[in-house]
C-alpha cells in the first residue's frame, strides 16, 4: 500500500522538490543553535541596519541584529505553530466529523450548524479579537489556530464516515458487539484518513501564513524572540531605508509554504485510489 | 440565516467575554492609585458586574435595534464608528472582487482550453505561487519598489493631504492612484484561487455532450466556448466568489493596517489592541452579517446564471 503510494509520489517532480526542501527546513530548525552564525538576540549598537555583506549575510536589523541567524531561529516557530496549529484542528476535526457522520439525525444537525456557524465567521477577525485579549504568544496563536481551522476536516471525515458506516465490514464489527468508540476509531477512522492527511499538508501551509500575519501585526511571537512574520514588522518600519528586511523573512515563508502546498498536491493524486488506474 | 446570526452572536459573547484582562483592567493599569471601590464603580458604568446571560441577553435586545452600545475608548456610538468605516472596506473589496473576477475567468478559461500547452503550465506555477504568498509580504515589496524606489505610487492612506483643492477628474486619478496597490494586491490571491476554480470547472464543461454537440452541428470553437461552455462553467465559479467574502473581509485587517486605510479593517486592529468590547464585537457581528450577504448574493447570482434554478421555483 506505502509502496503504491511512494511510487505515484515520486513520479511527481515539484512534490519530491518540496519533500525536499521541507526536510532541508526541519533540520536547519532543529540543528539552529548549532549553524546560526550569531545569536539571535544579541544587540549590537555598531551595526545598526547593515546591509547585506560578509560580515552579516542578510544584514541586521534596527538593533543590530543579524538577520540570517533570526531567521534560523524563526524557521522553528513556523515549524512549530505549523504542526501543533494542525494537530489540534485535526483532532477536533475528526472528533466532530466523526460524531456527526456515526449517529447522525440531531446531533449530525447541531454539528454541521455549528460548523456553519464558524465558517460564516471572518476567521481572522476571532482569531485576531482572541489573540489581543488573551496575552499574545506562540501558544496562544496555535491553540487559537487549530479552533479555528478544523471545520473542513469534520466535514470531510463526516462525509466519509458516511460512505462506510453501512459497509458490511462496520455491520460485523457490530455484530460481534464492538462498541460505537472502538467501531469509530479502529475500524471506521483508519479507512477515512486519506484526505485527513492532504488536507493537514495545505493546513500546515495555511497556518505558516496566519502565524506570519499576526507576528507581523505584533500578535504573534514576541520580540525579541525571532519570527519571520516579526523581522517583516521591522522590515515596514523601515522601508525607506532597509529592504533587505523586507525581502528575505517573505522568501523563506513563501519557499516554506510553497513546499507545503506541492506536497499536499503530490499526496492527495497519490493517496486517490480512483487514479491509481486511469492514465499513468 | 437567523439561527446563523443567533450563533454568531452568542460565540463572539461568550469567546470575548471569558477572557481575561477586561477593559476596567486597561483603563486602571495605568493608575495604581485606583481603588477597588472606583474599579467597582467602573465595572457598573459598563454593566460589567451583572450575570453574563443577563449582559448578553442585554447586549441582543440592543442589537435588534442596531444599537451596539457605546466605545469604551472614546465614547462614540459603535454603529457610527463601524458606519464610518464600512464603505472604504465595502469599496475596495468590491473592487478587488471585479479585478479578481475578471482576470481570473479568462485565464482559467484559455488555460482550459489550451489544457498542458506552456501557457497552462505557466498559470498552474503562478497559482501555486499565488496561494503561497504572504500578501502582506507581498503589499511590502510593491510599497518597496512602486512607492520607494520608483516613487509613482503614494504608499498609505486612500487621499492625499491637498485632496481639497482638486476638481473632480483629479480626485479621481488621486483615489486611483492610492487605491492601485491595495486592490491590486488582495486581489493577487483571489486570483490564482479562482483562475484555478474556473479552469477545473471549464475542463468538466468541455467533456460533456452538449458541447461536442455544439460543435457537430458547425459553431465556431470560440462560440461554442463562450456562449455553451463559458456558461455552465460559471455556476461553480460564482459560488466561490461568494464564498471568498470572509477572507477578502478578515484580509482587510492586515492591508488597511499596512496601507493606513481607514476602513474596517483598521478600526477592528485599533480596537483589539484597546480591548474596545463594544466596537469589537460589533465589528465581528457586523463583519458575518456581510459575508452572510455575500453568500446570499452567491445564491442570487447561481440562479442568474443557471436557468435550471428559475424554472424549479415557477
Redesign the interface.
Known sequence: MIEIIWDRYKKNHLAIAGLFVILTIATIAVSAPLIAPYNPTAIDVYNVLSAPGTDHLLGTDELGRDVLSRMIWGSRVSLKVGFVAVGIAISIGIIIGALSGFYGGKTDAVLM??V???????????I???????EPSISTIMIVIGFTSWMDVSRLVRAEILGLKERDFVLAAKAIGASDFRVIFRHILPNALSPVFVSATFGV?GAI?VE??LS??G?GVQPPDPSWGNI?TS??DY??VA?WL??Y??IA??IT??SY??VG?GLRDSLDPRLWRSGK | MV??IF??TL??FT??HL???GPVEVETEMSLKASTQARENLKKLYGLDKPLHVQYADWLIRFVKLDFGKSFVDGNKVIDKITERVPVTITINILSLIVTFCIAVPIGVLSATRQFSIFDKLTTIFV??G????H???A??C??VFG?TLGWLP?SGIQSIDISGMNFFERLADWTRHLILPVGISAFGAIAGLSRYSRSSMLEVIRQDYIRTARAKGLKESQVIIRHALRNALMPVVTILGLSV??L???A??FE??FSIPGMGQL??QS??S?DYPT?MG??VI??VL??IG?LLADISYALVDPRVRISKE
Open positions: 450548524r455549528f456553519d456557524i464558524m465558517l460564516a465567521f471572518p476567521t481572522f477577525f476571532l485576531l479579537a482572541v489573540i489581543a485579549i488573551v501551509a501564513l506570519s500575519g507581523f501585526l500578535l517583516l522590515g515596514k522601508i525607506t529592504w523586507s525581502l523573512p517573505g515563508i513563501l509554504v510553497l502546498n506541492l498536491e | 439561527p446563523l450563533g454568531i460565540i463572539s469567546v470575548i477572557a481575561p484582562g501555486f505561487i496561494f503561497s504568498t504572504p502582506f509580504w507581498l511590502l515589496i510599497m518597496i520607494v504608499i470572509p477572507g473581509i478578515g484580509g485587517v492586515i493596517t499596512i477592528f486592529y483589539t489592541m480591548r469589537i465589528i465581528l463583519g458575518a459575508t452572510l453568500n
